[in-house]
Structures are given as C-alpha cells and as structure tokens.
C-alpha cells in the first residue's frame, strides 16, 4: 500500500539551527516519485523538490538539502540555518506509477523563532 | 502567469445544501487534482483527472461528493447535502502530466458547513 509518514507533528528551533524533516514512505512499486511541498502561513502550497526512485544522489539546493535513501525508505529534509522565514508545515508525498495519484503525509510545523 | 484559480475562495453554507467549487487549471496542465485539508490536518486525496476523465475516484469521501472535468480544463467538485463534518479547505491542483509533474496549487476554498 501506498503511505507516506511524518512522524514528526511539530518542530520549533530558534534561528540559525539546522533541522532535519523526517519521512519514511511505503511502495511495493520500483517505480515511484517523491516530493517534497511546503505551505507557508497564507496557504499555499509550493512545490520544492522531486526524486524518482532510481535516482538517489541528494541534492542541495541554497540551504536546502535532501537525503534519499531506498535502503530505509526515507526522504529526509534538512535546512541549514533556518531563518524565520522557512516557517511553514512541510508535506512529503509519494506518487506510485501503478496508482496514478500523489499522496501526502500529515506534515511537520516548522517554527522558526528569532 | 495565471496559476491555479479556485472559486469561491470561501463559502459559508448550512447543513444539508449543496455546494458547487471550481477550478481553474493553469492552461495546458492535462492533470486536475482535489484534495481535502481538514484543520490542522495533512492532504486528504479525493479524485484526479486526466483529461476529461477520471481514473481514480477513490478518494471521495461518500457518494454525496462528485466532480466533473468539461474541456480538459474548469472542474467542478460538487458536494451534495452538505454535512458539518465536510467543512475543510478544499484545495486544486493542476500539472502538465501526472506522476512525475510537479503540482501547482490554488489558494483553496474554506468550507464551513454550519
């Protein structure tokens, strides 16, 4: 079945720290998509980055990074010194080519405090 | 550039009317989806389009809910005998493909079902 997990409900840090977003995700197919979204306090949705499962290089985007590992079925964010900004609930999705639809996890609240 | 438009961008109705929400995909997108956010909730999938058509339905909470897709672009998910317990904020999306396109996101539209 396809399940996207953030176990993590809430995280605060006070700027400059590095945090770590957490999520684990389940695919029987060898073939899939993962992404991650963030909805900053207006509300919408903004697209920030997709993988496909046969590419596991992490990327780095600014202060950005993204470690995919297929070995433990994990797709970790990390922002390094978090500014107030980067306050927003952060969503992983999954997308199987078999099922044809993104399913997203329940999200992380980042707070970033000055 | 135009994005994803949704209408109204709020909607107070009383229990047991029926409410009509649309979206506007961003021209050219081929991909429609609709999701539900509950407070404080993650994305709940209800039903994607491709095209006209829908191949995947199974996220419609009850048959009260349904959604059409007329020209390949405006849809309209329609939720018939509003219930309280259907007040969420309804979000679109739409991509140039599904799967492996990132979704662009509308604003919403936050139902309050009284």
């Known amino acids: 079945a396809q399940k996207v997990t953030q176990a993590q409900t809430e995280i605060s840090v006070v700027e400059k720290e590095d945090v770590t977003l957490d999520c684990v995700y389940e695919?029987?197919?060898?073939?899939?998509?993962l992404f991650w979204y963030k909805q900053p306090p207006s509300g919408e949705l903004v697209f920030l980055i997709r993988?496909?499962?046969?590419?596991?290089q992490n990327e780095i985007s600014g202060r950005y990074s993204w470690n995919f590992q297929k070995s433990t079925s994990s797709f970790n964010f990390t922002i390094t010194a978090s500014q107030v900004v980067d306050s927003a609930v952060y969503f992983c999705?999954?997308?199987?080519?078999?099922?044809?639809?993104?399913?997203f996890g329940t999200g992380t609240r980042l707070q970033v405090f000055p | 550039g135009a994005g994803v438009s949704q209408s109204p961008s709020n909607k107070v109705t009383e229990k047991g009317k029926d409410v009509e929400l649309r979206c506007d995909p961003i021209?050219?997108?081929?991909?429609l989806y609709w999701y539900r956010q509950s407070l404080g909730q993650g994305l709940e999938f209800l039903i994607y389009?491709?095209?006209?058509?829908?191949?995947?339905k199974s996220g419609l909470p009850s048959d009260r809910f349904s959604a059409e897709r007329t020209g390949g672009s405006v849809s309209t998910l329609t939720i018939q005998r509003t219930q309280q317990e259907d007040s969420a904020v309804y979000l679109c999306?739409?991509?140039?493909?599904?799967?492996?396109?990132?979704?662009?996101f509308g604003n919403g539209t936050r139902l309050t079902v009284t």
């Open positions: 999705a999954l997308s199987e080519l078999s099922t044809d639809k993104l399913i």
């Open positions: 389009f491709q095209g006209n058509s829908a191949p995947d």
């Open positions: 695919t029987r197919d060898t073939t899939y998509y």
């Open positions: 993988r496909n499962s046969f590419d596991e």
């Open positions: 999306a739409s991509s140039l493909a599904y799967l492996n396109s990132p979704l662009h």
């Open positions: 021209s050219g997108h081929t991909a």
